[in-house]
């Protein structure tokens, strides 16, 4: 069983920035695919950003945040991070953190088995 924690959701500017964390249980952090999803009112929860265990730990990134946010891992501290660029109004959304032990994991929601309760973005224009 794997227990997700997330932190640093909030309010902010057209333009800031915000740090997400995501905190891990278990002993063999470093093996799961981790993901961040986002949902939107009234929209589905689509897929953000991503570890691939099976990639040695490649990254992907929806076109939708290439280039603005960055994904990152510390398995010393069994945390994942989301840092977040130039936001838009477009970005807020609650978002969830996800994990999956399989070997290999895509990019859809339904893949992972894994999720943590969510945090609020809230992006202001």
């Known amino acids: 069983q794997v227990q997700l924690v997330e932190s640093g959701g909030g309010l902010v500017q057209a333009g800031g920035s915000l740090r997400l964390s995501c905190a891990a249980s278990?002993?063999?952090?470093?093996?799961?695919?981790m993901g961040w999803f986002r949902q939107a009112p009234g929209k589905e929860r689509e897929f953000v950003a991503r570890f691939s265990r099976s990639g040695g730990g490649s990254t992907t990134y929806a076109d939708s945040v290439k280039g603005r946010f960055t994904i990152s891992r510390d398995n010393a501290k069994n945390t994942m991070y989301l840092q977040m660029n130039s936001l838009k109004p477009e970005d807020t959304a609650v978002y969830y953190c996800?994990?999956?032990?399989?070997?290999?994991?895509?990019?859809?929601?339904?893949?992972?088995?894994?999720w943590g309760q969510g945090t609020q973005v809230t992006v202001s224009s």
């Open positions: 278990g002993r063999t952090f470093s093996r799961y695919n």
């Open positions: 996800a994990a999956d032990t399989s070997i290999i994991v895509g990019l859809r929601p339904e893949e992972y088995d894994y």
